[in-house]
């Protein structure tokens, strides 16, 4: 089958940080890069939500040793 995949890349970096300063602090960068991509995410899998797969248990669980 032809033209059955698509890639897309996009920087993120550059317009999550453009209104940044040079000298900003390296944890307000990572914040913003953080938000810049879990946004990205979030509008990808809302457009074709049968393509995401979601395999970290993150909320659901904590190992016996995270309960105490």
Do not use: G
Not at 26 to 36: D, F, G, K, S
């Amino acid at each position: 089958v032809q033209n059955r995949y698509q890639a897309v890349c996009e920087r993120l970096d550059q317009k999550a940080l453009a209104d940044l300063p040079a000298d900003a602090d390296e944890e307000v960068r990572i914040r913003r890069l953080t938000e810049a991509f879990v946004d990205w995410l979030e509008r990808n899998i809302r457009i074709d939500p049968s393509q995401y797969l979601w395999l970290h248990r993150r909320w659901e669980w904590w190992p016996e040793r995270m309960k105490r």
